[in-house]
């Protein structure tokens, strides 16, 4: 219990240093995000995948997410499901997790679709897209996409990028929070996209405040300065230790 307690220290700390250097407070207090980031790592259930949660600095991103018990969330293109499976247990049974692949990447599902669909979680949706890229029954609180920015881009182009963001807003309540992860490299536009897989971060500011957004702020969790942005993101020198950039835009209510 002493270590459980002292995560919900730990990551109220980290929301509230997110508050404090000026991204402005979510719908759910430091504290109760806090409650609910520890008790959804703390999950037994997910302890396989554990392991993995302090190099993705999982309880630093969530805090600054300001995702909470209750929230709907939508998981794009949520590869072997880890972020899937922590927010289960974060949005807890009021809340709902989507975990979507878009049409265009319904081969990637394939890999891992039934793996989760036997974890038999109550409050997720699990589903690959007829037509589309982002879809969800109802209005969602969070649309959260990690490392997956960037290949929009190698399957259709800025006009792919541009239908995306327009799709994620479309899907988020009013005031709702989408949360862009994705390997640096600052200065290079859409040309490493296809090469080291990288993406600009300045031009995916660009890209998602055009589609009507409101930047609001981001994290530097998984910065790494080590990180000189020339090595392909899956050479093994550099490969889950990558610079990557943390952004939090918001819906306009």
């Known amino acids: 219990m002493r270590g459980f307690l002292s995560g919900i220290a730990a990551v109220a700390l980290l929301a509230s240093a997110?508050?404090?250097?000026?991204?402005?407070?979510s719908k759910h207090s430091a504290k109760e995000t806090a409650r609910a980031v520890a008790a959804g790592l703390a999950?037994?259930?997910?302890?396989?995948?554990?392991?993995?949660?302090?190099?993705?600095?999982?309880?630093?991103?969530?805090?600054f997410s300001g995702v909470g018990p209750g929230d709907e969330v939508l998981d794009f293109?949520?590869?072997?499901?880890?972020w899937t499976r922590i927010f289960s247990g974060v949005v807890g049974k009021t809340g709902h997790v989507y975990a979507i692949w878009p049409a265009a990447g319904a081969k990637y599902a394939a890999k891992t679709l039934s793996a989760l669909?036997?974890?038999?979680?109550?409050?997720?949706t699990l589903k690959v897209l007829d037509a589309g890229i982002v879809g969800a029954s109802e209005p969602v609180d969070l649309v959260w996409t990690v490392q997956n920015y960037h290949d929009i881009n190698n399957n259709g182009g800025?006009?792919?990028?541009?239908?995306?963001n327009a799709a994620v807003l479309k899907a988020l309540k009013p005031g709702g929070t989408y949360i862009v992860i994705d390997h640096a490299d600052p200065g290079s536009g859409l040309a490493s996209?296809?090469?080291t897989h990288r993406i600009d971060?300045?031009?995916?500011?660009?890209?998602?405040?055009?589609?009507?957004?409101?930047?609001?702020?981001e994290s530097t969790a998984l910065a790494n300065p080590a990180d000189d942005h020339k090595a392909n993101v899956f050479d093994p020198a550099i490969r889950g230790?990558?610079?990557?950039?943390?952004?939090?835009?918001?819906?306009p209510r």
């Not at 997110?18 to 407070?25: D, H, I, L, N």
């Not at 971060?201 to 702020?217: L, N």
Request: no cysteine; glycine share 8%.
């Open 43 to 63: 999950n037994p259930e997910r302890a396989d995948q554990a392991g993995d949660d302090t190099r993705r600095k999982a309880a630093e991103v969530l805090a």
């Open 241 to 251: 230790h990558t610079d990557q950039f943390v952004y939090k835009f918001r819906k």
């Open 117 to 124: 669909e036997a974890r038999h979680m109550s409050n997720v």
């Open 77 to 82: 293109l949520p590869g072997a499901g880890y």
């Open 193 to 195: 996209t296809n090469t």
């Open 18 to 25: 997110a508050v404090a250097a000026g991204v402005p407070a």
């Open 158 to 164: 800025e006009a792919a990028i541009d239908a995306m």
């Open 201 to 217: 971060p300045a031009t995916v500011k660009t890209q998602v405040v055009r589609a009507g957004f409101e930047f609001v702020g």
